[in-house]
């Protein structure tokens, strides 16, 4: 089931352009970027560049191969959306051609052989992001000591969620002492960079742009399954709620990337259901998977259940029952 183009954003509640929304989903994620950027280095900002620039030449591409007009396709600013998106997600200050090499895979891959924005099954900066971290787990692992961190200058390392999933002799307490990673409350840096992100989605939830549904959702499933296997601290522990809550990709993930309209369900109860998934998969992920986050996972496979979201959520209009309006949506597709 294809969604047109003129319900591309079913979520949004302030009736802003296409546009308009983007122009304010950029805005509220300076603050998490100028966080990202005070902790790895300038090199945030060196990856959102290339993506921008890899994302928009692709998309220009793109739009000439389909015979499309190249100015509203490109002044709708999605493809710079996917480029910041995919930017912040890779380590500071990556090797110049894994942008541009992600951001081809995003637009073209991702977005233009699905039909284009609003055709899209797979968030696609997700999608090129999952196709690199797949490709090369190596350099997309190893991020830059954050500020503050009493290592040699231009050391790169794993991400507190990897040290904690490789602990095995540490009490949580004692691995707070003595890893110069930890944080207050989350790993060392993460947690400002989820601090801004989350204040950046407050923002979008206050302009009406999506529906707290989902972010909530993901956030409370998240807390409640890392809370139940906490286990007091102990070297089993898969980490406490709050670290789980601002470590990694958690806020930029259930604000900005859970809320895209084209990928996620449009109705409350599928959006409802959607959080629930991605919280509970992203704490399966970082326990137990080979991958330190799991956010970009989990988020694609509920995007890959979106459409059946919908289809069995749907609200019962008076007079129908649910597989009538199943069967109506059927015969319309």
């Avoid at 204040?199 to 399954?225: D, E, N, Q, V, Y």
Wanted: glycine content about 10%.
């Amino acid at each position: 089931m294809t969604r047109p183009l003129k319900k591309m954003l079913p979520q949004t509640h302030s009736g802003a352009s296409v546009s308009d929304v983007m122009m304010w989903v950029l805005l509220a994620m300076l603050p998490g970027i100028a966080a990202q950027t005070y902790f790895f280095g300038w090199g945030t900002l060196l990856n959102i560049f290339l993506c921008g620039l890899g994302c928009v030449a692709c998309e220009v591409f793109a739009l000439h191969l389909r015979g499309r007009d190249i100015r509203t396709g490109v002044m709708d600013l999605s493809a710079l959306i996917t480029a910041v998106l995919l930017g912040i997600t890779l380590p500071s200050g990556a090797t110049w051609w894994i942008p541009l090499l992600g951001s081809a895979f995003a637009i073209l891959l991702g977005k233009h052989a699905y039909g284009g924005l609003g055709q899209n099954v797979f968030n696609p900066a997700m999608a090129g992001y999952v196709f690199l971290l797949l490709s090369f787990p190596l350099a997309m692992t190893q991020w830059p000591a954050p500020l503050g961190t009493n290592t040699i200058d231009g050391t790169t390392m794993a991400t507190a969620l990897h040290v904690v999933r490789e602990n095995q002799s540490l009490l949580m307490a004692d691995l707070w002492q003595r890893q110069p990673l930890m944080g207050s409350w989350g790993g060392r840096g993460w947690e400002w960079v989820n601090i801004g992100f989350l204040a950046g989605g407050l923002l979008l939830l206050h302009r009406k742009i999506f529906s707290w549904h989902a972010p909530l959702a993901m956030l409370a499933t998240l807390a409640f399954c890392s809370a139940i296997f906490y286990d007091n601290g102990s070297s089993a522990s898969g980490g406490s709620p709050t670290f789980h809550l601002f470590s990694g990709a958690t806020m930029v993930g259930a604000f900005f990337i859970l809320t895209e309209p084209v990928t996620s369900p449009t109705t409350t109860r599928g959006r409802l259901i959607a959080g629930v998934l991605v919280g509970a998969l992203t704490y399966l992920l970082r326990h137990a998977s080979s991958y330190p986050d799991g956010v970009a996972f989990a988020i694609l496979l509920m995007n890959f259940t979106a459409p059946l979201l919908d289809q069995y959520t749907q609200p019962r209009a008076l007079g129908h029952t649910r597989k009538t309006l199943r069967n109506k949506v059927k015969s319309d597709d």
